[in-house]
């Protein structure tokens, strides 16, 4: 079965940094695209950054590039985003989702089956 965990929310002050953490299991980490999703309460959700397990590409939306840096560990199976010059406007809950896709911005404008949708972690930034 196809698993993943996010991992490392809190509440931080604006321009402050996080890193979180999607440890996953169940399917191999070169056949597919891993990303980064985060929902606001009477907001859709939205797809932040995705890295294709196969090459290292990377998408980035515009609200977070320049801002956010996703990586991957194939060794550990998790795929991380740090997050820096936190704004209040990035509270929401993060969550991290797998596709067998191709291209990373495949991942991060769709629908993807596979997520922490059940839960995730609640990112929390104070003015």
């Known amino acids: 079965d196809v698993q993943l965990q996010a991992s490392g929310g809190g509440l931080v002050q604006a321009g402050g940094s996080l890193k979180l953490s999607c440890t996953a299991s169940g399917f191999t980490f070169g056949d597919n695209v891993i990303g980064w999703f985060r929902q606001a309460p009477g907001k859709e959700r939205e797809g932040l950054s995705c890295i294709s397990g196969r090459d290292f590409s990377t998408y980035y939306a515009d609200s977070v590039k320049g801002r956010f840096t996703i990586s991957i560990d194939s060794a550990k199976n998790t795929v991380y985003l740090q997050m820096d010059s936190l704004r209040p406007d990035d509270t929401a809950i993060y969550y991290c989702?797998?596709?067998?896709?191709?291209?990373?911005?495949?991942?991060?404008?769709?629908?993807?089956?596979?997520?922490?949708w059940g839960q995730g972690t609640q990112v929390t930034v104070s003015s």
């Open positions: 989702a797998t596709e067998p896709t191709v291209l990373p911005q495949t991942l991060c404008h769709g629908a993807p089956r596979f997520g922490s």
